[in-house]
């Protein structure tokens, strides 16, 4: 009897020793699967950041021409917005008032300026040249 019990307690002490080694690898596994988890957030979050990072100068080109913008209504990210005249012909401006921007185009020239989100309107200053047309819209996100 002495024996058996012997045996019994062993059997006891293994099973509890098994128990043990299963909770804590259980635990081991919830701590590594968290980590990791906790990693690829900061990665997602790393990444959205470059993006913003990249979108702050935005460029867009416009052309203009005898009597119009195209495009004439442009969606641009701040602050920092570089306009292209991918091409211009005749003797055009683009202003825009409130920002005190006023550029006499040229084809292939860019120019760039800061604009606080918002809806602005640019227009070209010469002439009637605005009333048959030059006017459009600037949407700063
Ligand atoms: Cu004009």
């Known amino acids: 009897?002495?024996?058996?019990t012997g045996i019994i307690v062993a059997l006891g002490v293994i099973?509890?020793?098994?128990?043990?080694?299963?909770?804590?690898?259980?635990?081991?596994?919830?701590?590594?699967?968290?980590?990791?988890?906790?990693?690829?957030?900061?990665?997602?979050?790393?990444?959205?950041?470059?993006e913003s990072d990249q979108a702050e100068i935005e460029m867009v080109e416009i052309r203009s021409g005898n009597y119009f913008f195209e495009p004439n209504e442009i969606?641009?990210?701040?602050p920092k917005i570089t306009i292209k005249v991918a091409e211009n012909s005749g003797i055009h401006t683009?202003?825009?008032?409130?920002?005190?921007v006023k550029e006499n185009l040229k084809s292939g020239?860019?120019?760039?300026?800061?604009?606080?989100?918002?809806?602005?309107?640019?227009y070209?200053?010469?002439?009637n040249h605005r009333?048959?047309?030059?006017e459009g819209t600037l949407v700063v996100e």
Request: aromatic share 10%; glycine share 12%.
């Open 1 to 4: 009897m002495i024996k058996n």
């Open 15 to 50: 099973v509890l020793l098994l128990v043990g080694i299963y909770v804590f690898k259980g635990k081991g596994n919830q701590n590594v699967f968290m980590t990791t988890s906790n990693q690829e957030v900061g990665e997602n979050v790393d990444k959205e950041s470059a």
């Open 75 to 78: 969606t641009v990210k701040g």
């Open 94 to 100: 683009f202003v825009i008032d409130e920002l005190g």
């Open 109 to 122: 020239m860019e120019f760039s300026f800061e604009a606080e989100p918002g809806i602005y309107t640019f």
């Open 124 to 127: 070209c200053d010469i002439g």
């Open 131 to 134: 009333q048959l047309g030059m």
